[in-house]
């Protein structure tokens, strides 16, 4: 049974560009979580997420920032024009169901790098 | 959701038991305890939850006594590989209509030495 997969591992993008984060859950896991953790701070949650519904985005910023999870494929966390206060490691966890949401898998992470 | 209070780093030897305390004055009545692990560039990894008395896995225990307003974490015979930070959250448990957003503090940094 495949862990939580995130792709890519390593994104490098000019201020400006868009950054796209992609999570596919563990296999029978229809909740997403998204967190990020700048350098040598702890991880703030994001933005939860249930097939094709955003159920919780209050650590989410205003602006530039967005999330995904289609009924089919990964969920995507989209961050438009960024910045290099962007520059973070973004995890996703998931979990089987809201009942269990206190014990998440987490994915390996993507560590952006705004130039 | 309750603040924990834990220390920001520990050193210990290879081979002997650690336990790393988390104080949480204000945790609610529907609130369980919940700990982490995350290792240098990897996502976190669930350890071990309880609500009260001691709860043990193939990995820790964990202490938590009657007024709950602090709990142990406790590692046997740590070896080098058990070198990460280690989170202690409070929050909505099993059941709970908590929609599973995890609160994570600064956590703890053991460091384990040979």
């Known amino acids: 049974n495949a862990g939580v997969m995130q792709n890519p591992r390593h994104l490098v993008r000019r201020r400006g560009q868009e950054a796209r984060l992609r999570c596919s859950p563990m296999k029978g896991h229809s909740h997403v979580y998204w967190y990020r953790q700048l350098p040598e701070e702890g991880l703030k949650f994001m933005v939860y997420l249930q097939k094709e519904n955003i159920i919780d985005e209050s650590g989410m910023p205003k602006e530039r920032f967005s999330a995904e999870f289609p009924k089919e494929g990964p969920s995507i966390l989209r961050i438009q024009q960024v910045v290099r206060g962007d520059s973070a490691a973004y995890f996703c966890?998931?979990?089987?169901?809201?009942?269990?949401?206190?014990?998440?898998?987490f994915g390996p992470g993507t560590r952006l790098t705004v130039l | 959701l309750a603040k924990t209070t834990q220390p920001i780093s520990m050193d210990s030897y290879e081979g002997q038991e650690v336990n790393i305390t988390c104080s949480h004055n204000?945790?609610?009545?529907?609130?369980?305890i919940t700990w982490y692990q995350q290792f240098p560039s990897q996502g976190p990894r669930f350890i071990i939850q309880?609500?009260?008395t001691k709860v043990t896995n193939e990995v820790a225990s964990l202490f938590i006594p009657a007024d709950r307003k602090s709990s142990t974490l406790s590692l046997p015979r740590v070896s080098l590989s058990d070198t990460a930070v280690y989170y202690c959250?409070?929050?909505?448990?099993?059941?709970?209509?908590?929609?599973?957003?995890?609160?994570f503090g600064q956590g703890t940094t053991l460091q384990v030495k040979p």
């Open positions: 309880g609500y009260k």
């Open positions: 959250l409070v929050g909505d448990g099993p059941g709970s209509s908590n929609t599973g957003k995890l609160i």
């Open positions: 204000n945790i609610a009545t529907n609130d369980y």
């Open positions: 966890a998931s979990s089987p169901s809201r009942d269990r949401g206190y014990e998440q898998f």
